[in-house]
């Protein structure tokens, strides 16, 4: 198993630039999630997906969008990227049919935007 | 709403020390209660967790027991390591369906272990 992956680990964007960070699990989970954290912040969730074909606004949804074709995939699109969406993002996964639903995160991809 | 309040860092202990990080939470019934772990340029690992009141977790000689009386979730470890060294987030998730497994986070509270 190699659990939850993400690509890149780094990007470096210009302003206005668009790009789509990938995540993917091979636990078969059907909850899926994607954080961004900001220097000496906690996590906050942007969005998440109950299943495939099913998304839902987190927290900080703005200037971030999303799909969900596949159970394994759960990409995440910035368009027209923003000084302030300079962040590390974490794409994480959970199981759906029992609590406490425990989430299992990938190693991250870290965003500079200039 | 609900929130998770920790006790904020840095945390700058000895090794061998005794290490406690305080985390206290707002919220209306029972949720579960995680501790997550995040190492130097890693993502978060689960590193215990607690699913009702007075349960004890417990993993890598770290423990936290859910109270409820003072809704905290406290974690301890007897004797730290420099190995120990990572930002420790506490979190809340209801555990219901309808939650969706959304986790309400701490800010986390970072740890540094000298030799």
């Known amino acids: 198993n190699a659990g939850v992956t993400q690509t890149p680990k780094f990007r470096i964007l210009k302003i206005g630039q668009s790009m789509t960070l990938q995540c993917t699990q091979d636990?078969?989970?059907?909850?899926m999630y994607w954080y961004r954290q900001d220097p000496g912040m906690g996590l906050k969730l942007i969005y998440y997906?109950?299943?495939?074909?099913?998304?839902d606004k987190g927290e900080v949804p703005n200037g971030y969008n999303v799909s969900r074709s596949t159970t394994e995939d759960f990409p995440l699109r910035l368009e027209l990227a923003a000084p302030s969406q300079t962040s590390v993002y974490f794409c994480?996964?959970?199981?759906?049919?029992?609590?406490?639903?425990?989430?299992?995160f990938g190693p991250g991809t870290r965003l500079t935007v200039t | 709403g609900d929130s998770v309040t920790q006790m904020e860092g840095p945390v700058t202990l000895s090794e061998e020390a005794f290490l406690t990080i305080n985390c206290t939470y707002t919220?209306?019934?029972?949720?579960?209660l995680f501790w997550y772990v995040q190492y130097p340029g890693e993502g978060l690992q689960l590193l215990l967790k607690?699913?009702?009141?007075?349960d004890k977790g417990s993993n890598k000689g770290f423990e936290a027991t859910y109270r409820k009386e003072t809704t905290s979730f406290h974690l301890e470890k007897g004797s730290v390591q420099v190995s120990d060294s990572a930002v420790y987030f506490c979190?809340?998730?209801?555990?219901?369906?309808?939650?969706?497994?959304?986790?309400?986070f701490g800010a986390g509270t970072q740890v540094v272990v000298t030799p």
């Open positions: 994480a996964s959970s199981y759906s049919d029992r609590g406490p639903y425990e989430q299992y």
């Open positions: 636990m078969n989970h059907n909850y």
């Open positions: 997906s109950v299943g495939a074909g099913i998304t």
């Open positions: 919220a209306t019934g029972y949720p579960s």
């Open positions: 607690a699913t009702k009141a007075d």
């Open positions: 979190a809340l998730s209801w555990g219901t369906t309808d939650s969706w497994g959304k986790l309400q």
